[in-house]
Structure formats: structure tokens, C-alpha cells
């Protein structure tokens, strides 16, 4: 299991879900699965998206994710 936190506009398209408890073994799993949960309005977010996977920046999304870590979706930030 991971869990997955969600912050500003990720948050408010995941339904004003803070954090959720999810399996999935790559970042592309789970945008799947997270998508299918709550909708396109969440899927079109996490395809801009950064991730960090327990405090790391990933960039591959097929690669696997550890047991039980945490993934922390970020949406594009505006301003500076």
C-alpha cells in the first residue's frame, strides 16, 4: 500500500481528499487507478503533475514504487 497526499489544486480535484491509502506499483498505476477513483478532473492534473515519492522527485513514471511509501502529488504552481 502507498499513501498518497495531495496538495492545492490536486487536493480540490481529488474532492478535497488531504491523503488516501492506494496500491498501485508504478506512478503510471497510479494515475490509473486514481483516475478512475475520482474522475478526469483529477487525471488531467496528475498529467502535469510532479510527484514526489518518499521526498524524491520522480520522473519516471514506470518505475516501481517502493512498498509503502509516500507519494505526494503536486500541481504546475503559478507565480514566483
Not at 8 to 19: C, F, H, I, K, V
Request: a negative charge.
Amino acid at each position: 500500500m502507498l499513501t498518497v497526499r495531495y496538495f492545492a489544486g490536486a487536493r480540490a480535484a481529488a474532492n478535497g481528499t488531504s491523503s488516501e491509502t492506494v496500491e498501485a506499483a508504478t506512478l503510471d498505476d497510479l494515475t490509473r487507478v486514481l483516475s478512475e477513483r475520482h474522475g478526469e478532473r483529477l487525471s488531467m492534473v496528475m498529467k502535469a503533475a510532479s510527484f514526489l515519492v518518499d521526498g524524491l522527485t520522480c520522473h519516471d513514471r514506470a518505475a516501481r514504487l517502493p512498498a509503502g511509501a509516500t507519494v505526494d502529488v503536486l500541481p504546475p504552481f503559478a507565480g514566483g
